[in-house]
C-alpha cells in the first residue's frame, strides 16, 4: 500500500510537471483576457483567395536569369484592375527586384517555387519607408505590401533574398570603418508589410535576407504561422537580418515558427531619438503571443529593441532554443524613453549563452542636444517554467537611468557557468522555486 501510494503521488508530480510546461494563460500578463482570435490558427487556403494568376501564363518567363520585375509588377496591378486574386508564383526560380501588392491581391508560392531578389540595388529604388526607428527614404523589400488590408504570403515555397552579395559590402565597408552605421550600406529587406491590418504569412521559407528579414509597421491583426526564416551565421555573416521585426504593431499571434538568422529573431520596434515617445509614427507593440516556436542561433530570440519606446502585453511560451545567445534581451537606450512592461516568458527549454540579458544599449545613440537624459523602464518581467542550460543565468547591469521593478522568477530550473545574480539590481524582486546548479535560490 506504502509502494502504491508513493508511485501514486509521483505520477501526480509528473502530470502536474507536464500542465505546467503546456497550459496557456487565459489572460495577458496585465490581467486583460485575451480574445479568442488569438486561438485561432487556421490557414487560408489557396481557394479561398479569389481568382489565380499563375505568373508562367500571363507574361512571366521561367529562366531564373531574367529579371522578372516588370512581368511580375505587370500581373499584380492586372489582378487588382480586375477586383483583386492570388498571384501564384509555379515551381521554379523567378528572379525580381522589388514588388508591390495592392489591396485585394495576394501571394502564393507554390512547393518548389522560388522567388529570388536581384542582388542589384538598383532594383529596389528609394522610397518614403521605415528603417531603425526613423520614417526616412531607404530602399523598399522585395515583397511589399503598402495598405493591403487581408493581405496573405502562403505556399510551401520560397522567398530568398539572395544576399550574399550585400553581406559582402556591408562586411567591407565595416571593415573601412568599424563605426559605419547599419544603413551606409545600401541593402533591401525581404517583407515588409505598412499600413495593413488581418495579415496572415503562412508556411513559407523566407532565408538569405539581405537586411531585416520581415518587417511589420503599423500594422493590427498579424499572424505568423509555421514559417522558416533563415539567415546564416556562419561561414559568412548575414548583418541584421531580424526575422521578425514588429514595429508599431497591435494584435500579433506567431506560432509554430523556426527561427535562424545572424541578429535578432523577433524585435519589438517602435521609435528612437530623446523625444521618439513624441514624434508621429512612432509608438507601441501591444498584445503580442509568441508560442511553440524553435529557435535556432540568433542574438536573442526575443528582444525589446533598440529602436522602441512602449512594448506591453508581451507573451514568448511553449518554446524550445537551441542556439540562442540570449532568450530575453531588453535594450536600454540611452537616448530614447522606453517602457517595457507586462512581458512574460514561460515554458522554455533548450540552451543559451544567457537567459535574461539587461543593459545599455550604446550603439549610435544621439541625445541631440537634450540636457535631461530620458528615463526608461522595465516593469512587470516575469519567466516562468525555464529548464535552461547557459553560461550565464543573469545578465542584468542597469545604467543610470534605467528602472527595473516587478521581476517575478517562477519554476526555473537553469545550469548555468555564471550562476551569479543580484536582486539589488531590481525593485520587488520576487523569486519561487528558482533552483541554479541545484541551488535553491532566495
Known sequence: MKRYSLLLLLLCCIANAAFSQTERSATFPDGTRIPAWFSDSSKTDLQDLGKQFVIT?????????????????????LAHSEGGGVIVIPKGTFLSGALFFKPKTHLYLSEGAVLKGSDQIAD????????????LDYFPALVNAYGVNGFTISGKGI????????????????????????????????????????????????QNSGFWTSHYYQCNNIKILNVRITAPHEPIKAPSTDAIDLDVCNNVLIKGCYLAVNDDAIALKGGKGPYADTQAGNG???????????????HAALTCGSEAIHNKNIVMRNCHITNAMRVLWLKMRPDTPQKY????????DGYAHSLIYVKP??????????????????????????????????????????????????????????????????????MKNVVVNKKQLN
Open 57 to 77: 501564363k500571363l507574361g512571366a518567363s521561367a529562366d531564373s536569369s531574367i529579371l522578372q520585375t516588370a512581368a511580375i509588377q505587370k500581373i499584380i496591378d
Open 341 to 348: 512592461e507586462f512581458v512574460s516568458v514561460e515554458n522554455i
Open 124 to 135: 529596389y529604388p528609394k522610397m518614403p519607408s521605415r528603417m531603425e526607428g526613423q520614417t
Open 361 to 430: 544599449w550604446k550603439q549610435f545613440f544621439d541625445l541631440k542636444g537634450r540636457k535631461d537624459v530620458p528615463l526608461s523602464y522595465c516593469d512587470n518581467i516575469s519567466l516562468k517554467n525555464i529548464n535552461l542550460k547557459c553560461e550565464v543565468f543573469f545578465d542584468v547591469s542597469p545604467g543610470d537611468y534605467d528602472k527595473l521593478s516587478n521581476f517575478n522568477f517562477e519554476n526555473l530550473n537553469i545550469t548555468a557557468k555564471n550562476a551569479d545574480y543580484d536582486k539589488k539590481t531590481v525593485k520587488n524582486f520576487k
Open 284 to 298: 507601441a507593440n501591444t498584445n503580442v503571443i509568441i508560442e511553440d516556436c524553435t529557435f535556432g542561433f540568433c
Open 159 to 206: 522567398i530568398d533574398g539572395n544576399g550574399l552579395n550585400y553581406w559582402k559590402a556591408f562586411w567591407q565597408r565595416r571593415k573601412e570603418d568599424p563605426n559605419c552605421t547599419n544603413l551606409e550600406v545600401s541593402r533591401p529587406r525581404l517583407v515588409f508589410i505598412w499600413k495593413s491590418n488581418d495579415v496572415q504569412v503562412q508556411d513559407v521559407t523566407l
